[in-house]
């Protein structure tokens, strides 16, 4: 066979001698080793010329086209002739077929790439390259535990948590009693570089997420100045224990969305107050409640003079336009990160909205301010720094479209490594070395 063909074929370490087309519209390459370093004995490393003989073996490799391809790799045995080697014989080996290889490399890198890159399911996967499914999950495995190795320091860290699954009762090793278990992931982002997902830790308590940030090491840990967090106790008790060097802040869109909250609990009551039943569509308040959560720069003089009045003529006490104000008062505060965050700029937002919940006299408003309180040395870190945890958010995302591809995951372990690696794609596309696979599908 001429050397085109062979070119063409592309598996590295062998030439094509023919190629038979059998009944089914099957294609058989017939291909021998083309490698001279092949006739070394893996033991000694001294090339042997005494062939003892010849083996057929047919390994899977990638498809070309859409017909079905097969390939018989006809190696030589030989004899190891060194004295003081204790191999007495051995088989021919080529990078892209290891001994005792039942697949190409190319194809199980193929299949890696399928399911871990393009997020495919490892049975569909299996079934567009002709393997069982313990074949395509252990060429991932296989794939995946040699590129994702441990994370680099980062300058700034995000924590969030995401649900691995429904709560289901699971039976209790010591006490043997039935326990509704809610199974939740914590998840820990790069937010300063592009490693993007570092890691993942079963439970969201504070001495899981302390024990997965002490397991990384000192060096690591050193290194974090900025912790990205929800309103989270455990995540923030969990920073401090494990980080005390770093600041931790507060993602601003969890604090509008309790500020939302808020607005919405105040106009429930204000109608069960003045209705007696819950809000419908004849109600002022209830026909703007979608308005009631918008940012007043979204809203146009048209549409904020209706909201305005409407609610004026729906709640003479003026509770949910309080509850609104108080709201935007919050946001205008937050808005300064993006002004430079400037001492003076921050204090007198501040005042603004403590003495408009103060004045205002809410109980939901009250609770807003005391969480404001609470929080306030992580949500100044946010005005000064501007840090979010939108990336972290991000990241949550594409771990639940991995689950809802593979149609939920059993095994613990399996699921935090397709969700890292499929979440790491930037970061090793901008250290791969660009390779070529003939007829990939």
């Given at each position: 066979?001429?050397?085109?063909?062979?070119?063409?074929?592309?598996?590295?370490?062998?030439?094509?001698?023919?190629?038979?087309?059998?009944?089914?519209?099957?294609?058989?390459?017939?291909?021998?080793?083309?490698?001279?370093?092949?006739?070394?004995?893996?033991?000694?490393?001294?090339?042997?010329?005494?062939?003892?003989?010849?083996?057929?073996?047919?390994p899977r490799d990638i498809p070309?086209?859409?017909?079905?391809?097969?390939?018989?790799?006809?190696?030589?045995?030989?004899?190891?002739?060194?004295?003081?080697?204790?191999?007495?014989?051995?088989?021919?080996?080529?990078?892209?077929?290891?001994?005792?290889?039942?697949?190409?490399?190319?194809?199980?890198?193929?299949?890696?790439?399928?399911?871990?890159?393009?997020?495919?399911?490892?049975?569909?996967?299996?079934?567009?390259?002709?393997?069982?499914?313990?074949?395509a999950h252990a060429a991932f495995?296989e794939v995946a535990d040699r590129?994702?190795?441990?994370?680099?320091?980062?300058?700034?860290?995000?924590?969030?948590?995401?649900?691995?699954?429904?709560?289901?009762?699971?039976?209790?090793?010591?006490?043997?009693?039935?326990?509704?278990?809610?199974?939740?992931?914590?998840?820990?982002?790069?937010?300063?570089?592009?490693?993007?997902?570092?890691?993942?830790?079963?439970?969201?308590?504070?001495?899981?997420?302390?024990?997965?940030?002490?397991?990384?090491?000192?060096?690591?840990?050193?290194?974090?100045?900025?912790?990205?967090?929800?309103?989270?106790?455990?995540?923030?008790?969990?920073?401090?224990?494990?980080?005390?060097?770093?600041?931790?802040?507060?993602?601003?869109?969890?604090?509008?969305?309790?500020?939302?909250?808020?607005?919405?609990?105040?106009?429930?009551?204000?109608?069960?107050?003045?209705?007696?039943?819950?809000?419908?569509?004849?109600?002022?308040?209830?026909?703007?409640?979608?308005?009631?959560?918008?940012?007043?720069?979204?809203?146009?003089?048209?549409?904020?003079?209706?909201?305005?009045?409407?609610?004026?003529?729906?709640?003479?006490?003026?509770?949910?336009?309080?509850?609104?104000?108080?709201?935007?008062?919050?946001?205008?505060?937050?808005?300064?990160?993006?002004?430079?965050?400037?001492?003076?700029?921050?204090?007198?937002?501040?005042?603004?909205?403590?003495?408009?919940?103060?004045?205002?006299?809410?109980?939901?408003?009250?609770?807003?301010?005391?969480?404001?309180?609470?929080?306030?040395?992580?949500?100044?870190?946010?005005?000064?720094?501007?840090?979010?945890?939108?990336?972290?958010?991000?990241?949550?995302?594409?771990?639940?479209?991995?689950?809802?591809?593979?149609?939920?995951?059993?095994?613990?372990?399996?699921?935090?490594?397709?969700?890292?690696?499929?979440?790491?794609?930037?970061?090793?596309?901008?250290?791969?070395?660009?390779?070529?696979?003939?007829?990939?599908?």
């Amino acid at each position: 066979m001429s050397n085109d063909t062979t070119l063409l074929f592309g598996l590295a370490g062998v030439r094509v001698e023919r190629v038979v087309l059998l009944p089914g519209g099957i294609r058989e390459v017939h291909v021998q080793t083309a490698d001279e370093g092949a006739a070394g004995c893996p033991l000694c490393g001294v090339l042997s010329s005494s062939m003892k003989g010849q083996v057929a073996t047919a390994p899977r490799d990638i498809p070309y086209g859409t017909g079905p391809i097969a390939v018989v790799w006809h190696k030589r045995r030989w004899r190891c002739r060194e004295v003081l080697c204790e191999r007495q014989s051995f088989t021919e080996t080529v990078g892209e077929l290891p001994s005792g290889a039942r697949t190409t490399r190319r194809l199980r890198e193929a299949i890696a790439l399928a399911v871990g890159d393009a997020n495919r399911a490892v049975s569909e996967v299996a079934g567009a390259f002709g393997v069982s499914w313990p074949t395509a999950h252990a060429a991932f495995v296989e794939v995946a535990d040699r590129e994702l190795g441990p994370p680099a320091p980062t300058r700034v860290l995000g924590i969030d948590e995401t649900r691995r699954g429904k709560p289901r009762w699971e039976q209790h090793p010591t006490t043997g009693k039935w326990v509704l278990v809610d199974r939740w992931h914590s998840g820990f982002v790069d937010l300063d570089g592009a490693q993007g997902l570092l890691g993942q830790v079963l439970g969201r308590a504070s001495a899981d997420v302390t024990g997965w940030l002490r397991a990384q090491g000192g060096t690591f840990c050193e290194r974090v100045e900025f912790v990205a967090i929800d309103p989270c106790a455990a995540y923030r008790r969990a920073a401090t224990d494990a980080l005390p060097q770093a600041q931790v802040v507060v993602d601003h869109f969890h604090l509008v969305r309790l500020a939302n909250a808020a607005v919405t609990a105040v106009r429930q009551r204000v109608t069960w107050d003045n209705r007696g039943r819950r809000g419908r569509k004849v109600d002022p308040e209830w026909t703007n409640r979608r308005r009631l959560l918008t940012g007043r720069e979204r809203l146009t003089h048209k549409r904020f003079t209706a909201m305005w009045n409407s609610c004026i003529d729906a709640d003479p006490s003026g509770q949910i336009l309080t509850a609104w104000i108080a709201k935007e008062e919050l946001r205008a505060l937050l808005a300064t990160a993006r002004r430079g965050g400037h001492r003076h700029d921050i204090s007198n937002r501040l005042y603004r909205f403590y003495t408009w919940c103060a004045n205002a006299d809410i109980p939901e408003v009250t609770r807003l301010a005391q969480t404001v309180e609470d929080w306030w040395p992580e949500i100044e870190a946010f005005c000064k720094t501007g840090i979010t945890n939108a990336k972290t958010e991000g990241t949550n995302r594409l771990i639940k479209d991995v689950g809802r591809r593979a149609c939920g995951f059993r095994n613990p372990d399996n699921q935090r490594r397709r969700v890292r690696y499929f979440c790491t794609r930037q970061s090793r596309r901008s250290t791969a070395r660009p390779e070529s696979l003939p007829g990939q599908v």
